[in-house]
């Protein structure tokens, strides 16, 4: 790639811009830093702009349960072709022949309760290196998958079947309420370029999923280790963002969070995050002693300043007496 070009600038926020060199500068150290993977960012001018284009990780902080539609738009659901069949979220012919969809999810049926055995959201199959964008998670149904065997099962294996819910990509899923509880830190990606604002994102990453939740109920954070924690305004551009701080996640990450349960963090005060409550009381101690300290130097100051005004006031009301 060339990375040579005007000095142009790019529009990276409101009223904020960065050249076009320097924006070429940290894209080639972006792209080294990902070299061989699906991660590197390429560019393009289109009529004198400089477009960035590309895969954007974002990782999961949510506190709360999402809701995942429980079918596309415009897909009428059809019965299985037989009672004894298992299939969740498969396409069906008019004939009841099956369908293969356009992509297909990595789709695991797991215990609720972990067992030593048990595969974890952190390590499944979300963590493990993808060829291209994260398949879109399919949606199964509330009646759907199910397996008609009659009364023959034990109450040890209803009670087991209770505890069953899906794992998808290394989410859970509740295929009863189609709730969707994505672990948290667990990642994702979209393909975005530099034009595209938060708010853009944002719709792009909850319809890739099929999110019913309106996009106004979230906003991307980015999350350094130090417990910094700046939110992305709508006059953002996130990939330009995410370029501008460097590529490596150990230090800076792009999270999905709710709007009203993250405040966001200054440099100045992450600082302070990390220390013990014992170092932090001796702060409190230092900064008490020197607000008294200051107190006591005004008090002072204005002491000295009262006494020469009522000196001079004293010297005023003799002079027409002396004379």
């Given at each position: ?54 895969l954007l ?91 008609r065997r ?29 709730v969707f ?143």
């Amino acid at each position: 790639m060339d990375y040579g070009g005007c000095e142009d600038l790019v529009p990276c926020g409101k009223d904020k811009y960065i050249s076009k060199n320097e924006l070429l500068l940290h894209l080639k150290t972006y792209n080294i830093y990902y070299e061989g993977q699906n991660l590197q960012l390429r560019h393009r001018e289109e009529e004198g702009e400089l477009i960035v284009e590309g895969l954007l990780n974002i990782s999961w902080g949510l506190r709360r349960p999402i809701r995942l539609q429980m079918q596309d738009d415009n897909q009428r659901i059809r019965p299985p072709p037989s009672s004894s069949s298992w299939h969740s979220g498969c396409n069906l012919g008019a004939h009841g022949s099956v369908l293969k969809p356009s992509t297909l999810p990595d789709i695991q049926v797991t215990d609720a309760e972990p067992t030593p055995n048990a595969e974890s959201p952190g390590n499944g199959a979300a963590t493990k290196s993808q060829p291209e964008e994260t398949p879109q998670l399919m949606r199964t149904r509330s009646d759907v998958g199910v397996r008609r065997r009659g009364s023959s099962r034990t109450p040890s294996e209803q009670r087991r079947i209770r505890r069953h819910r899906f794992s998808i990509n290394g989410h859970f899923y509740n295929h009863k309420t189609s709730v969707f509880t994505p672990a948290y830190g667990s990642v994702t990606n979209v393909r975005i370029n530099s034009t595209m604002t938060t708010p853009q994102v944002l719709k792009l990453l909850l319809n890739k999923f099929k999110i019913e939740n309106s996009a106004e109920e979230f906003a991307l954070y980015i999350v350094h280790t130090s417990g910094e924690k700046q939110k992305l305004r709508a006059s953002d551009y996130p990939l330009i963002a995410r370029i501008l701080q460097g590529p490596c996640e150990q230090v800076s990450k792009v999270f999905l969070m709710e709007k009203d349960q993250v405040e966001e963090v200054t440099y100045d005060v992450a600082q302070y995050i990390k220390f013990e409550m014992p170092v932090l009381r001796s702060f409190i101690q230092k900064l008490e002693e020197e607000e008294d300290r200051e107190v006591k130097k005004l008090m002072r100051k204005y002491s000295i300043l009262r006494l020469m005004i009522e000196q001079r006031l004293e010297e005023i009301s003799e002079g027409p007496t002396a004379m």
